[in-house]
């Protein structure tokens, strides 16, 4: 079964880049149909989704964070990364990498899948 693990630092001071790593096992990220996100989740609100890379490279992004957002990703280590930059107070929240095997479509029941989540790590955006 498909394991994560974010990694990072904790404190990131205002304008600077944030950046994570979610390192995987037990699957590669390049098999076919799998897809490699993050989410966060800011202290007593939802979840957020920020974007994703694809197994085959191409990346997708939140409109409300595309400016700011970078995912990108090392094959021979079988890590995706993210980096968000000119951070603020806002971005403070707890980070978690997921990822979305895509398996068939049911005519009935539309697109079947499995996920997998992170345990996530929190970070603090101060000064």
């Known amino acids: 079964q498909v394991q994560l693990q974010e990694s990072g630092p904790g404190l990131v001071k205002p304008s600077q880049t944030l950046s994570l790593t979610c390192t995987v096992s037990g699957g590669s990220i390049t098999t076919n149909y799998y897809y490699w996100s993050w989410i966060r989740q800011p202290p007593g609100k939802g979840l957020e989704w920020m974007g994703a890379i694809a197994y085959s490279g191409s990346t997708y992004y939140s409109p409300s964070l595309k400016s700011r957002t970078s995912i990108s990703r090392d094959t021979s280590k079988n890590q995706f990364t993210l980096q968000l930059s000119s951070v603020t107070p806002e971005d403070t929240a707890a980070y978690y990498c997921?990822?979305?095997?895509?398996?068939?479509?049911?005519?009935?029941?539309?697109?079947?899948?499995?996920?997998?989540w992170g345990q996530g790590t929190q970070v603090t955006v101060s000064s």
């Open positions: 997921k990822a979305l095997e895509t398996l068939y479509y049911d005519m009935h029941l539309g697109e079947q899948a499995n996920e997998y």
